[in-house]
């Protein structure tokens, strides 16, 4: 399966600040989402990365406040925006190829000061 | 809208016995079933994909069924060890091509030597 590595690891940061994760696929794969697990809860999907237009949010999640891009096949970012505590999640890139099961990144673990 | 249900929410057993692991969701209109494992610090590690037309899957001292009619499933260890102290998470698919997953909390098992 794919090697998936994001990027920062974990980080600590501001309130009113932004952070901009990173997830690299060693390989060429059809879709990429973002999701978030807030502590103690459950995975969340937050979106679909799509190569080359827009991403497709799940309710609940909009664009201004979680920004993806996905220039190629292999790379995509989260931005979470104009932090707060809320916010304090761990954020996880995930990867499918057509009718394959999904594959996980290790996530980012992110708290808000 | 679905919600996926595991219990316990933590469960702790000696090395060698046998256990199973609980999954429910409250709509049957699922494509498929998938069990991972998260390790801490860690993302999610895929261990068994059920298809929405089988039954169970297999693989090693894992064993998982499906009851779509009654929107259960079921995660059986055989012998269990300590490496198989994790947290396992049920994710139901509720859509293809881009496949959504709906997760549940969780189940955190350690396995005492």
């Known amino acids: 399966s794919a090697v998936i590595s994001q990027k920062p690891s974990r980080d600590i940061c501001q309130r009113g600040t932004s952070l901009t994760i990173q997830c690299q696929v060693d390989s060429q794969v059809t879709m990429m989402f973002w999701y978030r697990q807030q502590p103690g809860q459950s995975l969340t999907l937050i979106a679909t990365a799509n190569q080359g237009s827009e991403a497709t949010y799940e309710s609940g999640f909009v664009i201004d406040k979680f920004p993806i891009s996905r220039p190629n096949l292999t790379f995509s970012t989260l931005t979470v925006s104009n932090m707060s505590p809320e916010d304090s999640s761990i954020y996880l890139c995930s990867v499918q190829d057509f009718n394959q099961p999904q594959h996980f990144g290790d996530g980012t673990r992110l708290s808000i000061l | 809208k679905q919600e996926v249900t595991q219990i316990p929410a933590a469960l702790s057993v000696p090395e060698g016995e046998n256990l199973v692991l609980n999954c429910s969701f409250t709509?049957?209109?699922?494509?498929?079933l998938q069990w991972f494992r998260q390790d801490p610090g860690k993302g999610l590690t895929s261990l068994l994909l059920?298809?929405?037309?089988?039954r169970e899957q297999t693989s090693g001292r894992l064993n998982a069924s499906l009851d779509k009619s009654s929107g259960r499933s079921t995660l059986y260890i055989a012998a269990s060890q300590p490496g198989d102290s994790a947290t396992y998470l049920c994710a139901v698919i509720v859509r293809q091509g881009a496949q959504k997953l709906v997760f549940g909390q969780g189940t955190r098992l350690t396995i005492n030597p």
């Open positions: 709509d049957s209109a699922i494509y498929n």
């Open positions: 059920i298809q929405s037309s089988q």
